[in-house]
């Protein structure tokens, strides 16, 4: 009596850029247990469709037109909470790699990996697991390091990373220069730099604020 086949593990692909998508299908679909189920340009054309396959393994690209790739994974987990989502970016900075993960990712691999690697995570992901390249556990390490920022506080590092003057950020927000001093002061301290220009260098470094 033959053996059953396994079924294939389905793999749905989230990337707005067509060269770089077609090549992860390529990569998907020369793998003998593996298929592309989907592919999807935007994280709005899949939360919109009418019955994504929520069961394959999706990798999803961080940056996106539109909704972003942190969005859009919030937005399938609430749809279902056992989704299996690996992001597959060309950013590394820890912030991005924290909220990945804090959204719900299982894994998250940056596209210059090997085929072994990237491979190798969805098998992973697909049994249940959450795979992390040594190079990302260590930016997770990082960031764990730096106390969280509140939604204010992200909002006064953005602008001030844009150049803008304490009153031009009061004036944004709606808050007073003397509001504008204290939470820059707390800024300073969370993120243990001394001025404007170090918590700017910073900001960019970690990737808390993008300037794309």
Known sequence: MKKPTPALIQVLIV??????????AALIESQPDMTVSAQFSSGEEVLAADQPDLAAVILM????????????IIGLRARDPEIRVIVLTTYEADEDVFRA???????????DMSTEEIAGA???VHRGSTALP????ECLAVRAQRQDLTTREREVLELLVRGRSN???????????????SHLKTL???????????????????GIVHLE
Do not use: C
């Open 101 to 111: 993960m804090q959204s719900g990712a299982k894994s998250y691999l940056l596209k």
């Open 122 to 124: 969805i098998r992973a």
């Open 134 to 137: 040594p190079r990302i556990a």
């Open 15 to 24: 990337e707005d850029h067509p060269t770089f998508r077609m090549g992860l």
């Open 167 to 181: 009153k031009e950020i009061g004036a944004q927000l709606y808050i007073s220069d003397e509001t504008v001093k």
């Open 61 to 72: 690209d961080l940056r996106l037109p539109g909704i972003g790739g942190v969005e859009t």
């Open 188 to 206: 300073f301290a969370k993120l243990k730099v001394r001025d404007r220009t170090d918590a700017a260098i910073s900001a960019v470094r970690h």
